[in-house]
């Protein structure tokens, strides 16, 4: 029986393994001057399905909006990317359950609808296949 269930996760991951994870998106509420908006996979909003793909390897962020972000995985200033207003973001191969989201600019809010960010696991590619399967 304990062979049976441990072959049943053994399948399921390399069914993740060939086709990642849906998209999960979000859309980042208004967040004042300074403040940062945390995810956590598995319990926040957007990402209580992700548990079962964590951790995580992509991130975009588009961000229409007027003010520069700053996400910050799992709280490790090695994994900081900057966000400046206007652009898409797209960061890939990071490892991640903790997403912090901090709005750099001094004076002016967020808007509700500019920022859309996407997180996914992709599904294992050649270069992944050859690291292992490690990120």
Do not use: F
């Amino acid at each position: 029986m304990v062979n049976e269930a441990i072959s049943a996760q053994k399948r399921r991951w390399q069914r993740v393994d060939r086709r990642g994870s849906p998209d999960y998106p979000i859309n980042l509420p208004v967040t004042a001057a300074g403040a940062t908006a945390v995810y956590e996979v598995g319990t926040s909003t957007g990402l209580v399905d992700a548990e079962k793909y964590s951790p995580l390897d992509l991130l975009e962020i588009v961000n229409n909006d007027s003010v520069d972000l700053e996400a910050k995985l799992d709280c490790d200033p090695s994994k900081t990317y900057y966000a400046p207003a206007g652009t898409v973001r797209k960061i890939t191969d990071k490892a991640y359950r903790r997403l912090d989201i901090k709005n750099l600019d001094a004076v002016t809010a967020t808007t509700l609808g500019k920022v859309r960010i996407t997180c996914c696991r992709r599904p294992l590619d050649a270069d992944k296949a050859a690291r292992g399967g490690k990120l």
